[in-house]
């Protein structure tokens, strides 16, 4: 089992940058694709980036594509969310999970990731 604890948050104005990391325990955890949700007030809990266990493929939601990216160190057990040109919409609690199914593909939906981890704010002031 692997346990997640997200950091980086905080306060930022728009089009100000951070990264948010996701550090990883377990020995599995370079197994797992990885995955970044946010979820604002009142509202569900989205897809925003995914990469594989390997970091060779990436998805994006639409929303984050050419702003943010993902990637991982397997050697440090750590997924990071690199956000650039932030916007007050990008306001959120962010979440990072692992699939711990192994499957392939872009998998989208919460229920798909077994392992999250406790979330980190991000507010983004206009």
């Known amino acids: 089992q692997v346990d997640l604890i997200e950091s980086g948050g905080g306060l930022v104005q728009a089009g100000g940058s951070l990264t948010l990391s996701c550090a990883a325990s377990?020995?599995?955890?370079?197994?797992?694709?990885v995955g970044w949700f946010r979820q604002a007030p009142g509202k569900e809990r989205d897809f925003v980036a995914r990469?594989?266990?390997?970091?060779?493929?990436?998805y994006l939601a639409d929303s984050v594509k050419g702003r943010f990216t993902i990637f991982r160190d397997n050697t440090k057990n750590t997924v990071f969310l690199q956000m650039n040109d932030l916007k007050p919409e990008d306001t959120a609690v962010y979440y990072c999970?692992?699939?711990?199914?192994?499957?392939?593909?872009?998998?989208?939906?919460?229920?798909?990731?077994?392992?999250w981890g406790q979330g980190t704010q991000v507010t983004v002031s206009s």
């Open positions: 377990g020995r599995t955890f370079s197994s797992y694709a």
């Open positions: 990469v594989t266990s390997s970091g060779d493929i990436r």
């Open positions: 999970a692992a699939d711990t199914s192994r499957a392939l593909g872009v998998r989208r939906s919460t229920t798909e990731y077994g392992v």
